[in-house]
């Protein structure tokens, strides 16, 4: 049997003696995600999980003498870049890349660490995004991304002077901000910029790949503990070695992101200096070796994303249904019967009343004020669903009762059941799949609407970023929720999710109803 080649990947950058960012990191990260590591240090850093207290240059010509021993007699696959901290190493470093045109590079283009300490002069700033056109792939924090947004302003980066100002932008304070950014540094530069939702200071912990005007968006949740230190050095450095063998960067984020929640989840299992610790580079591969003393097993889903991702890949077989369904082909491509249809909102109508009930008991049980706000919100944008209806395309008196559809009953009765508990995250586990699977169908049915098609103003609806977010955030919640539930209880919230999910494939399969078979 012959396996993948190991990538062999470089690490330029500087060092950590206490382990947990710069090349340290990165040569544990390499090796904890598949690869093989090189490592030609830029500057020795005396640091720990306090902070910077000194930085030593050796002689750029050390430098380059370090990278073109390697490159000399190895095949590189793909090169990851730290800290640079001189324009001289930046230019360094560029005209070796430019020389020896490395398959992948990516930069994390590292100016300042979490402690405060500079790791970048001021002036090499300009310099370093004027390397990026030879880089693949930038993942900047908020800060670092205000900063080439900024540079990505000017006419060109070089043409501001040495140690004058530069037109900064101020870091991004929500998601948007930032997205729009990352766009104008990667329409600049033409790259693709990995944004990271970390430094929000929201519960969420989102990334996204901007390529252009393609967007890819990355959910997470962030993990309660302080051991970040070297989180950015260590998911670039995952992100080249994952690339070397996918060749995919949405599939590699996918990944590497699942390896880095899963070392923050376990990193109390070290216990390394008192100040923000390292990341647990290798928790999973010592869990699953036999290696590690904790208590609580770690499974292959054991990360929130991983444990809804499972749910969601067991659900495989309902969405591919629903897809199929004559009410979703009529309705995308316009030859649905225009009573089926309303037979259908009529019901749609009548389910959005009782759910919003139940959305509004899930913000009743919600440990914190803002999941308690979500469900609130989400309560009221259901019960604003059911009036727009009617408005919209059903008439009568809002709250009008229709007769229920023995399908319609047995949803409501299912949520209603889950509602009736006191479990938290099996309610919401319930309530997930409404939300998900709408939006899943909606986003395809929503590239069928055009305007001549009888549907189109229902078909746009699909296509609400607010919806989007929503969802985003509902699948974040129960994956929390999940990933610190006993075994029993997340058992549960799985059997409630696929019942859900079951009963909206039976929602949609309603209408056109069959026609009655003959009496025998
Ligand atoms: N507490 C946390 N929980 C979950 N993910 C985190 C946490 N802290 C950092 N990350 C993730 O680590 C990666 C790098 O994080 P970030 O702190 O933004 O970069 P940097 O270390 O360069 O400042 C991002 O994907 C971010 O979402
Ligand atoms: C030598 C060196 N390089 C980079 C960093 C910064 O690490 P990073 O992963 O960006 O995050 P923090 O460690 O600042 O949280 C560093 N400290 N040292």
């Known amino acids: 049997m012959s396996s993948a080649p190991i990538p062999r990947v470089l ?26 590591g090189m490592a030609a240090v830029t500057a020795l850093v005396a640091q720990n999980t306090h902070g910077v207290r000194s930085i030593h240059v050796p002689p750029v010509a050390f430098l380059r003498e370090q990278l073109d021993a390697v490159s000399d007699d190895v095949e590189i696959d793909a090169v990851k870049i730290g800290m640079l901290g001189t324009t001289q190493i930046v230019r360094t470093v560029e005209s070796w890349l430019i020389e020896v045109r490395p398959p992948i590079v990516v930069l994390d283009p590292v100016m300042v660490a979490t402690s405060g300490d500079r790791l970048l002069d001021a002036e090499a700033e300009a310099a370093l995004a004027g390397m990026l ?73 989102p990334d996204a790949l901007v390529d252009g005007a393609t967007l890819v968006e990355f959910p997470g949740v962030r993990v309660d503990t302080r051991n970040t230190h070297g989180t950015g050095c260590s998911l670039s450095s995952a992100m080249a070695t994952l690339q ?42 010592y869990a699953r070796a036999g290696l590690s003393d904790a208590e609580t097993e770690i499974s292959a889903a054991t990360t929130p994303a991983q444990i ?49 009930r139940v959305l509004a008991r899930a913000s009743q049980l919600a440990p914190t004020s803002e999941e308690q706000a979500f469900w609130a919100t989400s309560a009221s944008g259901s019960i604003l669903g059911e009036l727009e209806l009617h408005r919209e395309w059903l008439g009568g008196e809002p709250g009008a009762t229709f007769e229920a559809h023995p399908v319609t009953t047995a949803y409501l009765n299912h949520l209603a059941a889950a509602g ?6 099996v309610l919401v586990a319930a309530l997930l799949p409404c939300f998900w699977l709408y939006q899943d169908a909606g986003e395809r049915l929503h590239t069928r609407s055009h305007p001549g098609h009888p549907y189109a103003s229902w078909l746009d609806t699909y296509a609400d970023p607010a919806f989007r977010m929503a969802t985003d955030r509902a699948i974040a919640i129960v994956g929390r929720a999940a990933a610190s539930a006993p075994t029993a209880e997340r058992d549960a919230m799985r059997r409630a999710f696929s019942e859900s999910a079951r009963h909206e494939l039976a929602f949609f399969a309603m209408f056109p109803e069959a026609p009655d078979k003959p009496s025998e």
């Open 420 to 425: 009736a508990g006191t479990s938290y995250p």
């Open 11 to 36: 690490s330029i950058a500087g060092t950590d003696p206490s382990g947990g960012a710069g090349i340290q990191a990165d040569l544990k990260s390499i090796a904890a995600n598949g690869g093989y």
């Open 133 to 205: 056109p030879l880089v693949d792939l930038v993942t900047p924090n908020l800060a670092e991304l205000a900063v080439l947004a900024g540079l990505a302003g000017s006419a060109h980066p070089r043409s501001v002077p040495p140690g004058s100002a530069h037109p900064s932008s101020a870091p991004a304070r929500d998601w948007a901000g930032a997205l729009a950014q990352a766009r104008r540094v990667s329409e600049r530069w033409n790259v693709i910029v990995l944004v990271k939702g970390g430094h929000l200071g929201t519960d969420a912990s």
């Open 308 to 356: 809804t991702g499972d749910w969601w890949d067991a659900i495989a077989g309902i969405r591919d249904g629903i897809d199929a369904l004559p009410f979703v082909t009529g309705l995308a491509d316009g030859t649905l019967e225009r009573d089926d249809f309303l037979a259908y909102l009529a019901q749609d109508a009548l389910y959005l009343r009782d759910y919003a």
């Open 244 to 285: 070397a063998r996918n060749h995919d960067w949405a599939a590699s984020l996918r990944q590497a992101k699942a390896w880095l929640t899963e070392s923050l989840l376990r990193s109390e299992e070290l216990h390394v200096g008192s100040g923000n610790g390292p990341v647990h580079h290798f928790a999973g591969l």
